[in-house]
């Protein structure tokens, strides 16, 4: 295992076998969204991407309490209050945006315990989640008075649709992991003590498949979900055509014709 430097001792990045792990690291404030974290992410999000090893990205939180309970509060004060540090405050939102756009590789986000607003944002970011039976879910924007941002509604109304947008977003009540899998805010619920056994063998899985058959899918569904005047076609299908002139392409063939898994580079 390798572990990456974020800079900072609340962002850890573990590397091991293709698998990166991002693990949100405040277990005494339930890893609660600092401002550090925030502007660490970028920088990690980036160094993953260039980093040919890594195949597949979790997301997890330290200790068993959260995964992310939301933004750090206390520093609501200095960072969300003032107009001119409320716009730095969302410039750092926005690098970080575009940091998980630019990351083409797949994210796993690995869910217990707490799960809430701007932790539950972190979480729609990822491909897939998976959560244990005690995860709780929620954004307690109206309860806190903030006002909540077009992005975020975007992220929710494109997983859970309008009706339960609406619900979660008016109420600012939690929702426990059970309901959160019924209305498709995460893939599936599992006992706490099988989520890292499951999660890593869906890792596993999707590690030892074709890269760039991975990230053309990753590519397309991202541009399925654009409005249709909006999607680059052209780019996804010069990324399948990729695929089918790869090594790769012709290692699958032969080791299905050999019967035996298929030892995939990349290229």
């Known amino acids: 295992m390798t572990r990456l430097d974020s800079g900072t001792d609340k962002l850890l990045v573990d590397v091991d076998g293709g698998v990166a792990r991002v693990t949100f690291n405040q277990p005494e404030k339930r890893n609660a969204l600092s401002v550090e974290m925030r502007a660490a992410?970028?920088?990690?999000?980036?160094?993953?991407?260039?980093?040919?090893?890594?195949?597949?990205v979790v997301l997890t939180g330290a200790g068993t309490e959260a995964f992310v309970s939301g933004a750090d509060i206390s520093e609501f004060g200095a960072q969300r209050t003032a107009p001119e540090a409320r716009r730095d405050y969302d410039r750092g939102a926005a690098e970080a945006g575009r940091a998980w756009l630019a990351l083409e590789k797949p994210v796993i986000a690995m869910i217990r315990g707490y799960c809430m607003g701007g932790g539950l944002l972190t979480a729609l970011q990822a491909d897939v989640r998976i959560a244990a039976e005690d995860a709780q879910f929620g954004v307690p924007a109206a309860r806190l008075g903030l006002g909540y941002g077009m992005g975020g509604v975007e992220a929710l109304l494109e997983v859970v649709g309008a009706a339960w947008t609406a619900e979660i977003l008016f109420s600012a009540r939690r929702l426990d992991a059970r309901l959160a899998e019924r209305i498709g805010l995460v893939n599936r619920v599992v006992a706490a003590d099988r989520l890292?056994?499951?999660?890593?063998?869906?890792?596993?899985?999707?590690?030892?498949?074709?890269?760039?058959?991975?990230?053309?899918?990753?590519?397309?569904?991202?541009?399925?979900?654009?409005?249709?005047?909006?999607?680059?076609?052209?780019?996804?299908?010069?990324?399948?055509?990729?695929?089918?002139?790869?090594?790769?392409?012709?290692?699958?063939?032969?080791?299905?014709?050999?019967?035996?898994?298929?030892?995939?580079?990349?290229?």
Do not use: M
Request: hydrophobic share 40%; aromatic share 4%; proline share 5%.
């Open 196 to 267: 890292e056994g499951e999660v890593g063998e869906l890792a596993r899985a999707i590690r030892d498949n074709a890269p760039l058959t991975v990230a053309a899918c990753k590519a397309a569904l991202r541009e399925a979900r654009r409005e249709p005047g909006k999607r680059d076609a052209a780019r996804v299908a010069a990324l399948v055509e990729a695929c089918f002139r790869s090594e790769d392409y012709r290692e699958g063939q032969r080791a299905f014709a050999e019967k035996r898994r298929p030892k995939f580079s990349g290229h």
């Open 41 to 56: 992410l970028p920088r990690v999000l980036s160094a993953l991407q260039q980093n040919a090893d890594v195949r597949v």
